[in-house]
């Protein structure tokens, strides 16, 4: 197999057209044979493509919807372009920093909450910054604070390298340290009202995945609670996926699922699932875990990736929405434990002219898109009674078949396993994504971590033939 179509179109499709909507008409000559196809264009599969590109790569990118960023997504609501997927960074998270200074995009800070509404013990009781921040930073202190655990972390950056220390705390959950530390009821809630952003129950959420949030942030308090939404792009993400994809010089194909992965000595056969099939001499798969159900591969893929695809790694049920809300009284931000309330968290992600822009997560599916806005507006008002809803977007990511789930946090025994594990090249194949990246697995850095590393491994493979 060498590094042509061989699709019954016979001809490659290209495209400059960027994202939703981009026709996938042929824009690059046949006549260069494709090096690497990259599957998905999620920000791993962006990054992966443009890097590989740059090193002079011919690369052809296959996305399976009518838009390039997956997880990351966009919307118009209030007259406003607004982020409806991955959105937040920070500074700390070196991946993404260094992509936004680099493209120099413009960044914005989010509103910093005056009204906090904490969910304890079935309803919300109303703290003010000073009294949530007191009741965190005992909570988080009593968390981490066990040396022992600490320990297994001491280099979040290289999990497989922690062993069976990293490997023992896999296997105990969130629920388990908070059982084992005992805090007094109200920090108890706060701090399950938090954590609601891992995405599921707390009893399956591992607990070495939570510590090495916490250890990428040095242990402290402040750094563990900017992973909590503060830096968003202006212009939304759109602007990081266009800067790449315009930089990348790699060709696309929107509308372009892929339904076969066949691996033979020489190169790799990919088919789509309008029957067309790219060969090219590798190929990075940078779809989340669960999608790969719908790919058939040929040699069948290892253990590993089999249990990972069956598992899952996503949070199945996680709906999110942009609420656009009179009303409200200030700035606000709400955190409820997982599975008590409609929304897990809400918090004010802009002010307009004519209300707020409010974000929230449904991180249990109690409340979905399909709901509509009568039921979206009484699960605001359980915090606000006065809370007008005049318009919403919402995806219902579990239910959108390229996604298969949100993002958020790992299962038990999910990084001892999977992390670090599922990116090694399987001869002509290397896996990227945010869902099994080596130091922030479910975020937007973690995908380009991922995303890089499989660009520089896919260019070792080609580099010796
Ligand atoms: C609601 C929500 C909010 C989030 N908020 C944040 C946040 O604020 N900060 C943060 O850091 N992270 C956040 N995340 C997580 C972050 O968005 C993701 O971790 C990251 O975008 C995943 O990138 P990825 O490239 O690994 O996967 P994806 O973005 O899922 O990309 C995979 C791509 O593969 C494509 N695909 C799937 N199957 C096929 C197929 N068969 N053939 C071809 N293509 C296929 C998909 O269409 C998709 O484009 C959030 C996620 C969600 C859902």
Known sequence: MGGMVVGRRGVIAGGVGLLAGASARPTVAADRPIDVLVIGGGLAGLIAARDLAKDG???LMLEARPRLGGRVAWDQLAGQAVDSGGTWFHWHQAAIWREVQCYELEVVERPVADRYFIGVGGAF????PEELDGRLRRGLAAFWGDPALQAALATPFAVQASGDRLAALDRMSVEDRLRAIRLDPVDDSALRAIFSDFGRPLDQVSLAWAMQRMANGLWTYESFMALFAVYRLR?????LCEAIRADGGFDLRLDAPVTQVVQGAGGVLVRTADGTAFAARAAVVATPVEAWRAIRFSPELPA????????GMAAPRLCNFILHVRGLPGVVNSFAPAGIEPFEFTFTHSTIDDGQLLSAYAMEGAIGVRDGAARLETALRRFVPEARLAGFVGH?????PFSLGGSGSLKLGQMARFVDRLDRPIGRLCFAGADFAPQFAGFLTGAIE????AARRIGGILGRG
Not at 304 to 311: S, V
């Open 57 to 59: 790569h011919r690369v």
């Open 125 to 128: 009781r109303a703290m003010t």
């Open 235 to 239: 212009g939304t993400m759109r602007a």
């Open 304 to 311: 590993d990736h089999r249990q990972a695809a069956a598992e």
């Open 396 to 400: 219902d990511w579990g239910r959108e």
């Open 450 to 453: 991922s995303g890089a590393r």
